[in-house]
């Protein structure tokens, strides 16, 4: 990894006209937007509209967010942007690495961990937080505002119809949930689900040390492991949720235990699925296959 941004810095700084981000005028007038994963890069997008150019960079669903490697290419995007989207708690470490170590002057960096008080160690699957969606679409629109002052009513409009239109399918069956099942214990495989859980009302009986092991690739505790088996084994859990994008041989065996329980089994991921959909219709199809296996 050191060797890769080692590189991409060395290219970076040998290239000409890259100690200031380019004018916007480059893209007709438009801001120049960078977001590490295209779950960010899909809301950027949607409220920057017309006025804004948005690249993501970690797009493949294959690709695992947390061991990724970037690339040169990679450095020169977060080069050239005026504005910048990271994750940040640890899950994209790359990202700030690159910006480090290519400092631009004007660029304005959005770290959304920071924006909410995470930090590595932290639950870092923060676009799982109705909430915190919310809170990241009115900043994007301030910042945006603040990088196109010309344009500023026009982000402020479009991240409202974003949150009141867009997003209204997938509020609406996050409030469903919470409607009709509120309080029902279901379990999971990670702590990816923990923020969906809370917005939804559910009561994820999962033990948080299981969650937080599997999200980071490590192998749960003893007590841990057999908590998760035995709410399975005597159904105490109405759904099961697990990252389809990290599946363990164990993992998977999990899986098949709940299906054999007749305990239904959703499958959420951690980046757009297909590649192409936009923030609000992965979400809700998700949340569409939780309704469902809850009862409807």
């Not at 923060?126 to 909430?131: E, L, T, V």
């Not at 969650?211 to 908590?227: F, N, Q, R, V, Y």
């Not at 951690?270 to 939780?290: G, H, I, N, R």
Request: glycine share 10%.
């Amino acid at each position: 990894m050191k060797g890769v941004v080692a590189l991409a810095a060395a290219i970076l700084l040998s290239a000409c006209g890259l100690s200031q981000p380019p004018s916007a005028g480059a893209d007709g007038g438009k801001v120049r937007v960078v977001a590490a994963e295209n779950f960010w890069g899909s809301i950027a997008a949607q409220v920057g509209g017309s006025r804004a150019v948005v690249t993501s960079i970690i797009v493949n669903p294959s690709t695992d967010p947390h061991s990724y490697e970037a690339t040169p290419g990679d450095a020169r995007l977060i080069a050239q942007a005026q504005y910048v989207i990271v994750n940040g708690a640890g899950y994209d470490a790359w990202a700030p690495k690159l910006i480090a170590a290519n400092p631009v002057a004007g660029r304005t960096v959005l770290t959304i961990g920071d924006l909410f008080g995470k930090s590595e160690g932290d639950n870092p699957h923060m676009w799982y937080s109705p909430a915190y969606v919310d809170q990241v679409i009115e900043r994007i629109a301030s910042d945006l505002a603040k990088l196109d002052p010309a344009d500023a009513s026009t982000f402020m409009q479009q991240s409202e119809q974003y949150r009141t239109v867009g997003l209204k399918a997938y509020h609406d069956t996050i409030g469903m949930i919470r409607q009709k099942y509120a309080g029902t214990k279901v379990g999971a495989t990670e702590s990816i689900f923990s923020y969906l859980a809370e917005g939804t009302g559910l009561d994820l009986v999962t033990p948080y040390g299981y969650l937080k092991a599997i999200s980071e690739g490590t192998d749960p505790g003893a007590a841990d492991k057999a908590e998760v088996e035995n709410e399975i084994a005597n159904k105490q859990i109405r759904a099961f949720v697990f990252n389809s994008q990290n599946s363990t041989p164990d993992i998977q065996g999990l899986v098949d235990r709940a299906t054999s329980a007749g305990i239904p089994v959703v499958k959420i991921t951690e980046t757009l699925v297909p590649a192409d959909a936009t923030f609000q219709d992965w979400q809700t199809a998700q949340l569409k296959d939780l309704l469902r296996a809850l009862g409807g």
